[in-house]
């Protein structure tokens, strides 16, 4: 009679756990900070090379005014060396 005991109530957990649907929110929450991670990965490239360009030009027409070079043009509209 125990065997039987313990058949049914395997069996009860088995159909319980198959019908549970709690996992499915964490999976979902998984997948959506996986999805805003990539998107904040891509946005950090993209703003590294924006900032890295404007320092580039930055120094570019810092160096041009040390250098007496005032024919180049500048990165920033209405700059002027001096």
């Known amino acids: 009679m125990r065997a039987t005991t313990g058949y049914v109530h395997?069996?009860?957990f088995l159909q319980t756990f198959l019908r549970d649907e709690s996992g499915a929110s964490a999976a979902?929450?998984?997948l959506i900070i996986?999805?805003?991670g990539v998107g904040i990965g891509?946005?950090?490239l993209v703003l590294g090379a924006n900032v890295k360009a404007a320092i580039s030009?930055?120094?570019s027409d810092v160096y041009?005014?040390?250098?007496g070079s005032t024919a180049a043009a500048?990165?920033?509209t209405g700059t002027e060396c001096g």
């Open 57 to 59: 030009g930055a120094a």
């Open 42 to 44: 891509a946005a950090a």
């Open 34 to 36: 996986a999805i805003v």
């Open 28 to 30: 979902e929450y998984a």
């Open 74 to 76: 500048s990165t920033v």
């Open 64 to 67: 041009n005014c040390a250098n």
């Open 10 to 12: 395997m069996k009860t």
